[in-house]
Every structure is written in structure tokens, then in C-alpha cells.
């Protein structure tokens, strides 16, 4: 299985991750595929956008790196892509990270991002730009609402979702439209 986990910048992913690989059982069944160490150690991108203050990926060339590192993974090992382009890569389901947008403000706010930034991600969580983006590439969506949650708990539910659908089942709780920050939207 290859689970794509996406979510806007700040919601958390690399966080989760940290939370399968140091956890002694599930860091043997889950292999991480972090997304954004790859395009910069293997120069995926096509240079800095300065306006967006962010690099432009090249997701064919990112694509087949993940290819590549995957067909080096054991069969049976399970298989997460971390990161927020991970949505557009091919996979069997695509888990989106959510969080309220007023903490998505704290956070990168702290990461030192300018504020048109901070405020960019922001409002494109507040308008669920990432998971539309994820159902639109991928049949097979979940999302986690994360608030108040703590890394630990958005790991178990990363790996009750890819368990539930190994096993045949729907995980309703995930499903698209769970998590609604409407009344958020004027921040
Ligand atoms: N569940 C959580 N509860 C509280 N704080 C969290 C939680 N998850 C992450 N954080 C904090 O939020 C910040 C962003 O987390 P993290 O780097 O994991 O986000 P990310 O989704 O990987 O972002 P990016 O897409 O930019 O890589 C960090 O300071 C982290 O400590
Ligand atoms: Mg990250």
C-alpha cells in the first residue's frame, strides 16, 4: 500500500512521521518517503520562485525518485509519502492533515514565514484547497482533523486508515467533510 499524506504547510505531517519512525511497532511496518528532503537533495526543482517565496517542484522528475525508492522497499512494508505536493504523485490512497487555519497562523508565524505567507496557508486551509486538490487526483481520500491532537494520536489514526483499508472497510470518520473551518473563513 502507498499512502500520499498531504496537508497544508503547518498541519503537521513531518511531525506525524517523526511519531510512526520512533514508535517501535509501527516504525517496522511503515517506511517514510519525506518528499521534500528529496527534492533538495536531489535538486527536483526548478529553482525559487521569489513572488511565492517557495521553489517550484518538478513532479515528473519527483515521481520517478520515488519510483526508484520504492522498488528498493520490501513487499509487505508499507509505504507513506510525506509532504505537501504528495497528493499529485500516484497512490492508493491519499490521507490530508488538517488544522485549524488560526493555529496554521501561530505556527508558521514562529517558522519565521512573512506574513503574506503565513497568511497564503492559512486561508488555503480555511478553504480546503489541498484535500479538493487530493479527491480531484485520487479516489481514495481520508482526512484527519488534527486540532488537539497530539503527533501520536494523528499516527494512530494515519495507521487506523491504512489498516481499515487493507482490510476491505471505509473508515467513515475520515471520509471528505468532516472537517469544516467555514466560520473561520473571515480570520
Ligand atoms: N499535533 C500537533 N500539535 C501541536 N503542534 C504540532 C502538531 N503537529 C505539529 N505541530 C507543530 O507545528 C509545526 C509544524 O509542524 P510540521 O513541521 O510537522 O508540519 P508540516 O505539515 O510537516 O509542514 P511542511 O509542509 O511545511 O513541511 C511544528 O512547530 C510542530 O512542532
Ligand atoms: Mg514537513
Redesign the pocket.
Given at each position: 500500500m502507498i499512502a500520499a499524506l498531504t496537508?497544508?504547510?503547518?498541519?503537521?505531517?513531518?511531525?506525524?512521521?517523526?511519531a510512526i519512525r520512533e514508535s517501535p511497532e509501527f516504525s517496522i511496518q511503515y517506511r517514510i518517503i519525506d518528499l521534500?528532503e528529496l527534492v533538495f537533495s536531489d535538486g527536483l526543482h526548478t529553482g525559487k520562485d521569489d513572488v511565492r517565496d517557495s521553489y517550484a517542484v518538478d513532479i515528473g522528475k519527483l515521481e520517478n525518485k520515488v519510483k526508484q525508492e520504492t522498488s528498493l522497499i520490501p513487499a509487505g512494508v508499507d509505504i507513506i509519502m510525506?509532504?505537501?505536493l504528495s497528493h499529485f504523485l500516484p497512490a492508493d490512497i491519499v490521507i490530508v492533515?488538517r488544522?485549524e487555519p488560526r493555529?496554521i497562523m501561530e505556527?508558521?508565524g514562529?517558522?519565521n514565514y512573512s506574513t503574506g505567507k503565513t497568511r497564503e496557508n492559512a486561508d488555503a486551509e480555511a478553504l480546503d484547497v489541498i484535500l479538493v486538490e487530493s479527491v480531484e487526483m485520487c479516489g481514495n481520500v481520508f482526512e484527519i482533523n488534527?486540532t488537539?491532537?497530539?503527533?501520536q494520536?494523528?499516527a494512530i489514526c494515519v495507521v487506523s486508515i491504512i489498516e481499515s483499508v487493507k482490510n476491505g472497510k471505509n473508515p467513515e470518520e475520515f471520509l471528505p467533510g468532516n472537517v469544516n473551518w467555514i466560520e473561520q473563513a473571515g480570520l
Open positions: 496537508g497544508t504547510p503547518g498541519t503537521g505531517k513531518t511531525s506525524v512521521c517523526t521534500n510525506e509532504g505537501h492533515l488544522a493555529e505556527r508558521l514562529k517558522r488534527t488537539g491532537k497530539s503527533p494520536d494523528v
